[in-house]
Each structure stands twice: as C-alpha cells, then as structure tokens.
C-alpha cells in the first residue's frame, strides 16, 4: 500500500494551502517551501523596463504627428518633382514651383505687417471671393440644415419632395447661369445666388437622411419624458444626425469653392480670384494664372481642414452625449 506520510511539519513544494482552519487543506494561495511555518504567497514582479526600452519609448511618436509628418513627406517629395521636372524642360507654360511661390508672395503676401501682409492686390482680390463664398456658404447650410431637418422628420413631405430634390441637384449651376443673370443680373447678388443653389443640395439631402435615421426608442423616450419639439430637435435629433450634416457641408464647401471661381469668370465682376484669372490669361502672364491655381488650392485645403476640426469637435461631443 502507497503511502503519503512523510515527516509532521514537512511542507514539500506543490502543496497549496488556504488560510483557514487548522489542518484545513484547500485550493487557494500557493505556499512557499521554506523555513516551517513560513507561508508567504508567491508574487510575480514584472521586471521594469531598461534603459534602452525607455530610450525607444521616449523616441517614439505619437501616431497622428507620423501621419502628419508622413503627409507633408509625400507632398514636399511632388513638390521637388515638379520643381526639377519643370527646371530640366524649360517651358514657360509649366514654370517650376519656387518661381510660382515667389510670384505669389510678391503679389499678394508682401503687404505691411499691421495689414496681416496682405498687398493691395490681395483685398482686391481674395477677400471678396471670400466674402462671396462665406456668404454662399453660409445661406446654403442654414437653409439646408433647416429644410433637411422638415423634410426628414415627415415621411409624407420626404416622399413627395425627394424626387424634386434629386432633379434640382442634377441640374448643372452652370445651365442656370442665363436664368440667374435675367433674375439678378451681373454681379455680386447674381454671384451668391448661383454658389447657394449649388450648395445647398447636398447639406438638404444629407440632413434630412440624417434626421430620419434617429433611433425610434430615443424618440420614444423622450416623448416618454414630455420633451417639447425644440428640445427633441436640440438634444436628440441634430446630435443623431451631426455625421450626415458634415458629410454635406464638406461637399457644399467645395462645390462653393468652385461655383464662387466660376461666377467670377463671368461679365459684369471686376475683383476676385476668377476675375484676376481670366485677366491674367488675357495678358499671357501664365505666372500669375498659377498662383492662382496654388492660392485656389491652398484655400481649399485650409477651408477643409478647418471644417474637419469643427467637425471632430462637435460631432464627439453629439456622440458622447447621445
């Protein structure tokens, strides 16, 4: 017969104990074999880091300051490219980058410090096409937002005005242009006109998708807590559809963008972007056409961005309340 009496008072590794009742032998912490009567539990220690892992921690970057730097990699990498294709070909219809750059600062950037830089030419120039296109802009979203929110709250008005939504916004603003001239005639009201009705499309259709999108039990719950319709509109119904709104906007701001340069190529505007394009043209001076086209460029991208970070700030906000 096998036997597993040993020595009284012998604890051999292996054994786990509990703190307990004399002589109680139960599943629990894991005793170390050493001087009698010693019970003291193992504990794992994590070794701390060395010196050469922290060394790689502190030289690491952040993720979105790589992204960022990796972007503006690939950009300066296109820009000398263009630089040293256009130096190697030598024609003057695609000037190299440095020359349009410093064409531009001398145009429009060399102004007084206590004017922000800006020229002469430059308030001439880009702060109306600015004004027209904020004031396009502007329209365009509130009217979308507002009409978006009525149409998508009422499944009966959403029915009976999707099919004229879609028909407006395939039409081309550029066909309306006769239609716009003969209502407003040339200039600026006629300039606004065209950059609203491009715009706003695309704020009405994704807000008003956004608005019918809202969860029904959220709408339940607040008809369960008597909330008024400014209320529900303010706390429930905006915040749910914030993503499709920006998604609109982002879209409006471009096509402002490029309806605010087309409206300006037309008879009748005499400053603007477009206007000092098309003169530009005119008189063969292809350096001041592509400073144009890197200024046009140059707006876009910052308009976006800026857009973007309203965007990330408002619409984590409506998703962390929601």
Known sequence: MTGD???????????????????????????????????????????????????????????GLRHALLRWLVLALAVAVWEAAARAHGSVYFPPPGRIAHHAYELWFSGPVRHLFLSEAAVADILPSLGRMGAGFGLAAVAGIAL?????????????????????????????????????????????????????????????????????????VAAVLRLNPVERLWFLILPSALPRI??????????????????ELLPGTANGIGFTLTDAQSRSDLLTVWAALVLLGALGYLLNTGLLAVEKRLVGRGRATA
Do not use: K
Not at 160 to 169: E, I
Not at 188 to 214: H, K, Y
Not at 247 to 263: D, E, H, P, T, W
């Open 5 to 63: 009496a040993g020595v009284p008072g012998e604890r051999r590794p292996g054994v786990t104990m509990d703190a307990g009742t004399s002589g109680e032998r139960r599943p629990g912490v894991t005793m170390d074999a050493g001087t009698s009567g010693d019970r003291r539990p193992q504990v794992a220690t994590t070794a701390a880091p060395g010196p050469p892992q922290r060394a790689a921690e502190r030289r690491a970057l952040p993720a």
């Open 246 to 263: 920006f998604a609109g906007l982002r879209l409006s701001l471009s096509l402002s963008l490029i309806l605010m340069v087309f409206s």
């Open 148 to 220: 978006g929110v009525a149409v998508g709250r009422s499944r009966r008005a959403y029915a009976l005005c999707n099919p004229v939504l879609q028909f407006a916004r395939a039409v081309p603003p550029p066909a309306l242009v006769p239609v716009f001239v003969v209502v407003f005639d040339f200039g600026t009201p006629m300039q606004i006109a065209s950059i609203v009705f491009s715009a706003v499309w695309p704020v009405l259709i994704n807000t008003a998708e956004g608005a019918r999108d809202t969860d029904p039990l959220r709408l339940d």
